[in-house]
């Protein structure tokens, strides 16, 4: 038909096209709320002026010390406001933010700093015991800068030669942003434990940040002026784009160092909170409160919880004490949240079991997540919408990694047939929930964080009596679930329960220790291969 | 410092990268809630499986007969089921959506479809008149679809062989799209009327119209399953997007063909109505129904109005009914509202002129607009920011258009020096609100139409009695405001007011017309230029 005219000079121009960033977010509430509280961390207060003019301190402060576009920037740092800070002046500069899990031990941390060629370590008191072995195993110098929380007193050493108010004092709060040249650009690095015991690194871009970061505003139901109370790691997929989200609504961060119950409680109150998210485990802790440490909230408060299906009693605990649970679903390589048991109001008034049966259903696609599906992982065709037949997990779209760093066989094999292979067993619903029954991948996952299994079994493996292990998931009220470890030892040898636990001590962080240890013998396939499946059965006998 | 770790094997792939557009809302409304109620008209209810149906058989039509990528296809429809669907069927296929105002003149629409080079033309027989002689003035011989409101019967003639119920018969509701295949594609063609009498083409891409899409949700605060009355017209910037930001919160659509204050009452309560939108005179219209006609809403209702600010009492009047109103700025080439006046809650308590003084700052910059600012157009310096310094208001950022159709040098003057150039005039207070005090170009709003006061010259001056003639805006409080000509007749020559307005209606649309006529000489400055704003001046006594 027509010729193609709206080829024809209507290019990308300044005037018409930016680079997506979350970075805008930040600006745009410094413009319009300036004296808004951004930012309340004990007795501190700080305004989206200050919060802004902090970033760019930040950012100036790396730019001349010659940190820019594709460094890394590693920070170890409880939820307090640097952190917040480093999610925007990190970037802000062109530089990539790895936030660390505070619960990894020296040596993964250091593998991470070495595999991300960290230029840069941000690194809390609190943490420097373990920072410091950490830096004398890396192979990389970064310049260390040490975070001293005046507002919660920490007695680690100083591990730098420089604090982190006086970088911030070298740099200039006019700073100008010239980055991202373009959305894909790096914008985060996060690791994930996966099968192997080398962490992959995750690189996010400002494209997806931007965008899950919006939707969080959408799937969340978030208001301007929404009041959120950090009990989620900032570590964990960058809080979920939290950091980002808030500003994009101008709401206030109420930062908190510990997830503890009679603190969330008062903050929730002084701060008329309306928002939190975190593993089952925050909610449990929530609920152990005896009555006389709590008083009614004045008005609903949202809670979004992942990582494990909300349990009945915790549904039931957490509605009587005024919290509305939304239940959702992701993976590092997704942002945090990609997927979201949208809640239908016809289930309200169902019997609690079933309300709870439904709310354990991990759900439906993000807005900004393009596809969602279960699927035969070898013929990528979807399997049967009955609520039984397995498959795998897929997602494809905006909010799905770049890719990892330095892993281009696991980048190719993560998007085989164009989309992520989630690594997680479910089945789909005729109603286009799904439900995760399985992980394809030996994961656990314990008070929110992964575990590896096969970590904990080559941790196993290495002690001399131990002939073969096998570690599974055992379910726990309080965390979710544990490892549990199942042994065969050498004929003749012996160790105790306790020697095994002790001496993964030695290879493992404390929250990867099995909890039990099984003496028996594994079941195996004709082939020798163990079944797990069946030691998943005993464990939850 | 490092290399450059994050450019290497981190590229885009089908995994991670999808195109941006509306479209994927529908798709996903459609999974997640099939049944919810997406369109109701008169009695007619679709629900979001069925909208979704029909619009992909429109574009499996569509692209049966033909029709195509980088395709016009124009529409003369009033807020009916056809106008939501063709935001969803027509960019399906790959073509673009041009809606055409059902005001304009006959002349006027046929340059309209010669210019975008209709494909297509669907029409509602409620226009046949008009339409009819825009088809006998064009040049171009598209595809004539009739559509047949059921509902609302019309008694227009049919101008083409095929029923748009046929046109959909003819396609597959499993239609799978393969558009956009760049999100810098056209999604819909907008003309505006501009300084001269050939309107120019407005030119939307997929990206742009999903930002704004979903910044409204976040500008006006829409829940999941908001439902959204259709005061405002879906021709006039494609409805500010609202087509495809309902879908991206899966709300309802309560249809529209005439602005009538008994019908909108009746609606708002028979559907639990959330949200609207439209220009001042709508309210002025919902406020004019007699106590008779009307009972208390429920709850407060949203609506978001444009065009003009909000008068004191309409807003005092809007209030006490039940509305809370938001006012909004925006023009055709930046998707429709880009400038909110947020309002913050300060503010509530502050008596009713400093309120309404408020209220009518256009306000600042939606959270997908780069940049608001209001400059000296010829250094694009900002001015001081102390509510009085006058200079152009400029825009920047994602949600600004491609460009106008087959009109380089209007677009590179549009945009010259990195910014979108919007022809209004207007201050910046020391909290960053804009607001208009002027235009540049002669634009007269009325009824939330524009009016360029030129083409209004152009018929006067064509009249064999006049001299000179100066159109300007004259406030009125029903339509905001009116065209107010000053004319000087030839020596000699005679005509009365009458007269010319009848003349005018020979060459102009009815909703353009001159409502007042004064005979007087014309201000001028020394060289000769006729000094608009003391003929303003003189209209507003």
Redo the contacts between chains.
């Keep these: ?10 290019g ?7 680079p ?1 960033s979350p970075l ?2 930040l600006e ?1 509430a410094a ?2 709320f300036p004296e808004r509280t951004a930012v309340v961390h004990g007795a501190l207060r700080r305004s989206y002026l200050a919060l802004h003019q902090r970033a760019r301190r930040l950012a100036s402060a790396l730019e001349s010390r ?7 920037v590693a920070v170890m740092l409880a939820n307090t406001p640097p952190m917040i800070e480093c999610h925007y002046g990190v970037p802000m500069c062109g530089a ?1 933010l790895n936030a660390l899990n505070t619960r990894l031990d020296a040596a993964t941390v250091a593998f991470i700093l070495d595999h991300g ?1 960290a ?1 840069v370590l941000i690194t809390d008191r609190e943490f420097a015991p373990v920072m410091k072995e950490a830096l004398a195993l890396a192979k990389v110098r970064p310049l260390v800068i040490d975070f001293d929380d005046l507002e919660f007193p920490q007695s680690g050493e100083r591990l730098g030669t420089l604090d982190y108010e006086a970088l911030l004092a070298e740099g200039s709060e006019d700073y100008m942003r010239r980055f991202p040249r373009d959305e ?3 914008i985060a690095l996060n690791y994930t434990s996966g099968t192997t015991s080398n962490p992959k690194g995750v ?1 996010y871009h400002h494209r ?1 940040a931007h965008l899950l970061a ?1 939707d969080n ?2 799937t969340c ?1 978030l ?2 002026g929404a009041v959120y109370l950090w009990t989620l790691p900032m570590f964990h997929c960058n809080g979920w784009c939290f950091p980002w989200t808030i500003s ?2 101008a709401g206030t961060h109420v930062c908190l160092r510990q997830v503890r119950a009679q603190t969330i409680h008062d903050l929730i109150h002084e701060h008329g909170v309306t928002h939190l998210c975190g593993a089952p485990i925050v909610m449990s802790s929530i609920m152990s409160l005896p009555d006389a440490g709590k008083k009614p909230y004045p008005n609903v408060i949202n809670f979004m919880t992942a990582g494990a299906p909300p349990p009945e009693a915790v549904l039931a605990g957490m509605r009587e004490q005024g919290f509305n649970v939304t239940h959702l679903y992701g993976l590092t390589e997704v942002y945090g949240p990609a997927v979201v048991n ?1 809640w239908k109001s016809e289930w309200d008034d169902l019997p609690l079991n079933e309300y709870a049966a439904l709310k354990a259903r991990q759900g ?2 993000y ?1 900004m997540l ?1 596809g969602l599906d279960v699927m035969d992982p070898d013929t990528m065709l979807p399997v049967a919408r009955d609520g039984k037949t397995m498959g795998e997990v897929m997602l ?3 909010v ?4 990892y ?4 066989a696991a ?1 190719e094999q ?2 085989a047939g ?3 292979h989630s690594g997680d067993l479910g089945v789909i619903y005729p109603d ?1 929930y799904i439900q995760l029954k399985d992980r394809s991948k030996d994961i656990i996952i314990s008070g929110g964080e992964n575990i590896s299994s096969i970590e904990v079994e080559d941790a196993l493996y290495k002690h001399p009596a131990v002939a073969n292990a096998a570690v599974v998931a055992k379910p726990d009220d309080k965390w979710g679930e544990t490892p549990c470890a199942f042994v065969e030892l050498k004929p003749g040898a012996q160790a105790s329960a306790e020697e095994l636990i002790e001496w993964c001590g030695q290879h493992l962080a404390r929250y990867k220790l099995p909890r039990h240890i099984v003496f028996s013998d594994l079941p195996r396939t004709s082939t020798g291969k163990i079944q797990k499946f069946k030691l998943r059965e005993r464990a939850k006998g």
Tied chains: 1, 2.
Excluded at 2 to 7: F, L, N
């Design positions: 038909m027509s010729g193609k005219i709206y080829d024809r000079d209507l990308k121009t300044p005037a018409n096209h930016v997506l805008s977010f745009r413009e319009i010659g940190v820019g576009e594709g460094d890394t990539v060629e230029s894909w650009d790096a690189v997806g919006t505003v959408l139901s208001p301007n994009a609504v949208v439906v696609r807005t393009e494809r779209g905006n799905v990694m770049k890719g760093l330095k892993n281009k980048t993560a998007f164009g989309w992520f286009g």
